[in-house]
């Protein structure tokens, strides 16, 4: 039992260097998987509260990558996204960033990735 909770908290991958985030997103995008990003920072106390509810989605939401980036570490990852406040939260799809989310709102969060998951069910059932 405790094996099989280890392997379902490593749906959130840490990414710990900038050469792991552009291999993170480049098989994201190569797999055509959208991305969830959590950005964080070991010092933000909002940021560390979302932690559980992240890996919550990321149970939920399969489908989904979902990547956690500290800023501190990954600083040039963080400027070029243009992450200015922890915690924020991004969600991609090709690369491209489809929704920006600034704050600890895990209401606002589940609104969206549920809006993205049934337009991605919608589009892949015309298809």
Same mark, same amino acid.
Not at 65 to 70: A, C, E, G, R
């Given at each position: ?8 908290? &490593?749906? $959130?991958?840490?990414?710990?260097? *900038? ?12 797999? @055509? &998987? %959208? ?10 106390? %909002? ?9 919550? /989605?990321?149970?939920?939401?399969? #489908?989904?990558?979902?990547? /956690?980036?500290?800023? #501190?570490?990954?600083? @040039? ?12 939260? $991004?969600?991609?799809?090709? @690369? ?6 600034? @704050? ?9 990735? #549920? ?5 991605? &069910?919608?589009?892949?059932?015309? *298809?």
């Amino acid at each position: 039992m405790e094996e099989q909770q280890q392997r379902e908290k &490593s749906r $959130v991958v840490k990414v710990d260097s *900038e050469e792991s985030w552009n291999l993170s997103i480049s098989q994201a995008n190569n797999q @055509g &998987s %959208p991305v969830f990003v959590h950005f964080s920072a070991s010092w933000c106390v %909002p940021s560390l509260a979302m932690n559980s509810y992240f890996e919550e /989605l990321a149970k939920t939401y399969q #489908d989904i990558v979902f990547l /956690l980036v500290d800023v #501190d570490e990954l600083k @040039g990852v963080a400027s070029k996204m243009e992450v200015k406040a922890m915690p924020t939260f $991004v969600l991609m799809r090709d @690369g491209a960033v489809i929704t920006k989310i600034v @704050g600890a709102n895990p209401g606002e969060m589940k609104k969206r990735i #549920d809006a993205f998951a049934h337009s991605l &069910s919608t589009t892949s059932t015309l *298809e």
